[in-house]
């Protein structure tokens, strides 16, 4: 079941984001740190960005993907979502496991990246859209 967070104000924009959900073979979850100049500056998060028009999320995860850390990944299927209202926006924010399929991992347009077990999640500080994932990542492992 999703957890939604209801918009009351329509006035206020919503943005759709979507994110990956990238575990390696020793399961552990890849995050990045968002750049110092970014909204929400140097939160870790689950990699990402808007969607873009025209695009379908799916498009969109993987140009994000690439744009940030350099590699190819195949997007598979819907993890979880959520909608979150900050104070000026609202975000339709959607997370799909993905795989990379080509490429190493450079730090393109992130601050950091990092992979760090399940366990590890609640030692970074992640925006408050992010904690749903973490909440439904942990409660899986358990």
């Not at 030692?123 to 859209?129: K, T, Y």
Request: overall charge negative; aromatic content about 10%.
């Amino acid at each position: 079941m999703e957890k939604q967070v209801t918009n009351t104000d329509n006035k206020k924009p919503t943005v759709r984001v979507v994110a990956a959900l990238i575990q390696n073979s020793d399961s552990r979850v890849l995050i990045t740190q968002r750049r110092a100049q970014a909204f929400m500056p140097l939160k870790w998060e689950f990699p990402g960005g808007k969607v873009e028009s025209g695009e379908t999320d799916q498009q969109a995860l993987a140009r994000e993907i690439q744009e940030e850390l350099d590699v190819i990944v195949d997007v598979l299927e819907h993890f979880a979502g959520v909608v979150y209202s900050y104070p000026d926006f609202s975000v339709d924010f959607h997370v799909y496991r993905c795989s990379i399929v080509e490429g190493d991992l450079k730090k393109l347009a992130v601050n950091d990246f990092k992979w760090v077990s399940v366990s590890e999640l609640d030692s970074f500080d992640f925006p408050p859209a992010d904690q749903p994932t973490i909440e439904k990542l942990v409660g899986d492992r358990g």
